[in-house]
């Protein structure tokens, strides 16, 4: 079935058609979310044949994991984070503490993450493991933002602090804000300023601005390399979309024609154990 014939509009029910039973309804910002993280994987269907043992890092509440296990696939999936009480799991997901992945050499076949790896602190240690516990020759499959999303997130603040200024608000997808006087409050007027004028980073880099070197194909390819993994593939997402989620109704077709045009959101690295 086409991606984009089967979710053209991020309304809820839509997104519901695409979870696993049982699941609870959640907001829209949420099912935003759902539906791109869908998009995103359904293209790495065939990359991924036949039945593979895969390990998944940061699998938050199981969504891309259930994805995965209904193609067949036997699907390990960690995080350190639990989502927050009452969160629905879509699949199992282990604590785990982010250092040392607890299975032994050679376990998996994939190693897969979406989203992960820039928020990752001690990088060179995690990519050890992940090579240690893949098989030989066996593959890991990267999901991550791309500095296309990284500029027009930066751009997309601006839009989002107008919004708050004239008292509207808008939830970002995956994101918790807090409100300006819990800001204030908490982290003082100058913060909540700076905030203002500038977007901040989105992982564990030192700015929003230093992103755009974090995130390119460049410095990815030399990490990966660098850890023993041969970079066999790197493909745009495909999508474009920011982390603000200001035009959550834009169809995936507008947001493929956007990718093409302005930048790919995510770019899809294949790797190869060597």
């Known amino acids: 079935?086409?991606?984009?014939?089967?979710?053209?509009?991020?309304?809820?029910?839509?997104?519901?058609?695409?979870?696993?039973?049982?699941?609870?309804?959640?907001?829209?910002?949420?099912?935003?979310?759902?539906?791109?993280?869908?998009?995103?994987?359904?293209?790495?269907?065939?990359?991924?044949?036949?039945?593979?043992?895969?390990?998944?890092?940061?699998?938050?509440?199981?969504?891309?994991?259930?994805?995965?296990?209904?193609?067949?696939?036997?699907?390990?999936?960690?995080?350190?984070?639990?989502?927050?009480?009452?969160?629905?799991?879509?699949?199992?997901?282990?604590?785990?503490?982010?250092?040392?992945?607890?299975?032994?050499?050679?376990?998996?076949d994939v190693v897969f993450s979406s989203h992960v790896l820039e928020h990752v602190e001690e990088l060179d240690a995690l990519l050890r493991e992940t090579s240690r516990v893949l098989e030989a020759g066996g593959h890991a499959v990267h999901i991550l933002p791309s500095p296309a999303w990284r500029f027009w997130t930066s751009i997309a603040h601006y839009a989002y602090v107008l919004l708050r200024a004239v008292g509207v608000r808008r939830a970002i997808p995956s994101g918790l804000v807090p409100s300006v006087a819990e800001k204030m409050r908490h982290r003082g007027l100058w913060y909540v300023v700076r905030r203002a004028l500038a977007a901040g980073p989105h992982g564990v880099y030192p700015s929003a601005l230093s992103e755009l070197y974090y995130f390119s194909r460049r410095r990815w390819e030399t990490m990966f390399r660098k850890h023993g993994f041969k970079v066999l593939e790197v493909a745009a997402g495909g999508l474009f979309y920011t982390g603000y989620g200001l035009l959550p109704c834009l169809s995936l077709r507008v947001r493929k024609m956007l990718a093409k045009a302005v930048g790919s959101a995510t770019y899809v690295y294949l790797l190869q154990k060597t």
Request: aromatic share 8%; hydrophobic share 35%; glycine share 8%.
């Open 1 to 108: 079935m086409d991606v984009t014939s089967s979710f053209l509009c991020t309304n809820v029910g839509a997104v519901l058609a695409a979870r696993p039973e049982g699941a609870q309804e959640d907001d829209s910002s949420t099912a935003h979310l759902w539906r791109l993280r869908r998009a995103e994987i359904d293209r790495l269907r065939d990359l991924l044949r036949p039945e593979r043992r895969i390990l998944e890092l940061g699998g938050s509440n199981g969504f891309q994991a259930s994805i995965l296990s209904s193609w067949g696939h036997d699907v390990t999936s960690l995080d350190v984070t639990p989502p927050a009480p009452g969160t629905t799991y879509f699949h199992p997901v282990m604590p785990y503490d982010g250092k040392i992945i607890p299975y032994g050499n050679c376990s998996f």
